[in-house]
């Protein structure tokens, strides 16, 4: 099957869409995240198989109230269709038009469900996902039984089993039924004991009844034995004429002589004797004749042989023929490879100024690499540190020159020593305190309260800036020194803020503060202020004494950095002193041009290697050619060499003859035995018939033969004599028969026997009838016993549970039957397709793998999958990295799809499940799959957007 087009109504997102899939092997449909790459893939499931209405709620478009759509397949054998499906109903149309039903596109999917078919034919990483969450331990469990058809089925049928036996009995339980059933019947059967119990009687009258019928039974035997006698006696009256011809052929044999020396069928012997004997004869002259043709054949066959030293010498070349081909194959490869080699060392030399021989005489340290790799990080780390050198330099520069223009307007703003005496003793001849009412006084406090806490906060904010200056620093971060700047423009502002405050305040007062107080206050704000300059100014001068101590500090580590420098420069140049080829390339490239180098001298010494194999190989074949020349003109005695061929041929040729003669002389050989040995057995029948000559006492014979008529006379009368015996046999016993040849009797007396007999048996008749009339009263009593209800409803009852019980154990025998069963189908499953999985999925997985794992191994029992690597070393699953496990999860899946394809040919559908591969892996994954898309239609849903552009694919708005 495959599908052609997909015709969508409204389905998830998708409304009036038609999606066409392509003639290309593998179909790609590309599409980011929620582009309805999986809404796809499950209208197609919903189309083939339907959805029930509650799933189907799900896929109902925002937009729209169609839901439904057409997919057009096509069959191998009948072409294409289509399955419409709207809904809950379907439609199909054939090839020819014709409207079929449900259970048609049923047959035409070969009864596989929607469960089964994405088992096999559809996955996704979300199957991925799941193996994940699983279990270690269970994972095998997982990978065998995911996609094998009907597997879900098989163990659902094992619990139903399970628990339909374990409900009908259980060796310890009480609640199953056919323990209930037996704890039922045991009850049952001992109240029947009680009833029986109590019925003595009827057990008294069953003990008589069994002695009657004992009796009865030996009145019988004996009546049959009487019978038995008068049949006997009779038979002997009807045989007694053949007894009477008995004894008379006794007394016949009795004028001959007991023994009669002659052979046993001497006759015969002797006829074979003559008929064995004739053939022998004529046969012993033909192998003669024979014999003495294969000795002529023998000896014209050895004049034709050349000298065994020299066809030794021969073979000794042929058996090089094999060496001499291989010798000749070796040298085609060393050439080739050589070759080969001075194309690579071609290509190398290209990209560097050096020629082959100046990179041969260098002589390399080992260390050379690492050593000119620390050199270049050195350099890099050096580039670093000077950056940072010159940073911190700038920081600190920027730093003082903001300092030093601070100090330059704090400078600005403050007055003389004179004029600062001149403001303090003017502030004493205007204090105001002698006149301040209460009321004055108490502003006042307020006033110097607030300025205290103002002048706290302005020192406290200089402390700390200095202390994040400093850890600025020492931390090397430029951006920190903002923070002590932003801290003491703070402190600063909030002092003059709150200076302005009580400014406010003490200029709207009462009127009652005078001029005198305005002016003390005007006066202790100047001195103030003065006071506050100062300050400022010595700790602008503080940090700029720090910030002289750093720059000694970095001058320091500048000293420090330029010896570090030297001593580099001085590493570098000492390399190239050392090594010439390094004058003109930066030291970046040096460990790149070290490996060209080790390259072309790893090569030049392959070469070089190469060319001595080759030398080698020339001598050989110069060794082998000389020995083929020489043997050559000893064979034909010219000039022209023997091929290996020819020379292969003539060995031949020389080991046919030989084989001939040797199987002449076996022949020679083996007629000279068979001449003997039919000598000797002719003579040995030559003796035989002395033999029998000897044994009848005659030396001719015709006298052989009258003796032998003799002894058949005898031997008919002892045939007749035995016949009678035979048939007294079929009649009597042996014993019988011995008593009856002993003893003839006449008629009379065997009359008077019958007679005797006949009376004794009409006696015994008699005594069976008066048995017979006790019985059948003594029967008439026990049945009116068993007339009783208790115990005749007390053994129904015990019956009826007995058939119950019965027809449980049935039922559980039936269960357990079926149990052994499926138990051995799913045997027969696993051998009939577990093995061809596995083939299939080692396969793929040492292909994805890129041969690093070989081959898949089924678990045993509990036990997980196992991998054997390339080093033949095995690996259980918990083992393998998760990317791994994925890895074998997407071979196994694809195996199982391979396998059943074979009943099953479907699409094959997949959702991203490779995407989370590295870029090698899947290169080998779409490798596969292309190959799988030679063989059914394979689909393939991907975000990957180098899967796409690699499958030509088609994109998904």
Sequence with gaps: MKFIQANIYGFGKWVDET??????????????????????????????????????????????????????????KIGQYSIERIEQDVICYDADGVLQSEAWLEHRLQGLNREVFTSIYAFSAVDLTAIQTMKRTDLSDVLFSVGLTGSTDIYEAEKQLAKRTDDLFKRQGRIPQMNKQLNETATIHEELKDIQQKEAQYEQKQSLLKQLQQEKSIQDEQAATLQATILKEEKIQTLLPQLHEYEQ?????????????????????????????????????????????????????????????????????????????????????????????????????????????????????????????????????????????SATYETLQEQEKALLHEKEQLKERKISEVEIQQLQQQLSETSPNQSLTGENRRWQRWQESRMKTAKNILIGSAVIAIIATIIALFMENVILLAIPFILLTGGIVQFFNVKRTIDFFMENMDSSNNEAEHTYEELQQVLQEQYEVQREIDVIDKQLGQIKLERRHWQKEQTEFLKKENKWIQQVEQEKATHSFLHDIDLPYWTDLLVIIRKVQQLSSEKNHFRTELNDINEQLEKIELQQANISKQLYQGDSMLTIEQLEEIVQKQQAKQHVIQQLDEQIDEYATTIEQMQQEISVYEATLAELFAIANVDYEEAYLQVA????????????????????????????????????????????????????????????EELNEQIAKLQLEIEQLELSNDHSTAIYQYQMEVDTLQQQAESWAILKVAQTALAQAKLNYQVNHLEAVLQHTSSFFQTLTTGRYRQVFAPKENESFEVEGNDYIRYTINKLSQGTVDQLYVSLRLAISVVMSERYKMPLMMDDAFVHFDEKRTNNMLAIVKQLAEQQQVIIFTCNRLIANQLHSTHLE
């Excluded at 560097?352 to 260098?362: G, N, S």
Aim: charged share 25%; glycine share 4%; proline share 3%.
């Design 19 to 76: 999606i066409t899939f392509p003639d290309t092997k593998p179909i790609c449909f590309y599409g980011e995240n929620e582009s309805g790459k999986t809404t796809i893939q499950q209208f197609i499931l919903y189309i083939l198989f339907g959805l029930p209405p509650r799933k189907l709620a799900r896929y109902k478009p925002l937009n729209s109230n169609k839901i439904g759509g057409m997919l057009i397949v096509e069959d191998e």
């Design 249 to 389: 052929s006794k007394h016949e044999l009795k004028q001959y002589p007991k023994q009669i020396p002659f052979p046993e069928n001497g006759i015969e012997r002797l006829e074979q004797l003559k008929e064995t004997m004739l053939p022998l004869n004529s046969e012993l002259q033909g192998l003669k004749n024979r014999m003495e043709h294969a000795k002529k054949e023998r000896l014209e066959n050895e004049t034709n042989l050349y000298e065994e030293a020299l066809i030794e010498e021969a073979k000794a070349v042929v058996q090089q023929k094999a060496s001499y081909q291989y010798l000749l194959e070796q040298q085609k490869n060393k050439q080739a490879q050589i070759e080969q080699i001075e194309m690579e060392l071609s290509n190398e030399i290209g990209s560097i100024q050096m020629t082959v021989d100046e990179i041969d005489a260098l002589t390399l340290a080992f260390h050379l690499e690492k050593h000119w790799t620390t050199l270049a990080r050195n350099q890099a780390e050096l580039l670093q540190l000077d950056e940072k050198q």
């Design 709 to 768: 008529k003799h002894k058949q006379t005898i031997e008919q009368i002892q045939s007749s004599m035995e016949n009678t015996k035979a048939q007294l046999f079929m009649m009597f016993s042996e014993t019988e028969t011995e008593q009856l040849l002993q003893e003839i009797r006449s008629e009379q007396d065997v009359a008077i026997q019958i007679a005797n007999v006949q009376q004794a048996l009409n006696e015994t008749k008699q005594k069976q």
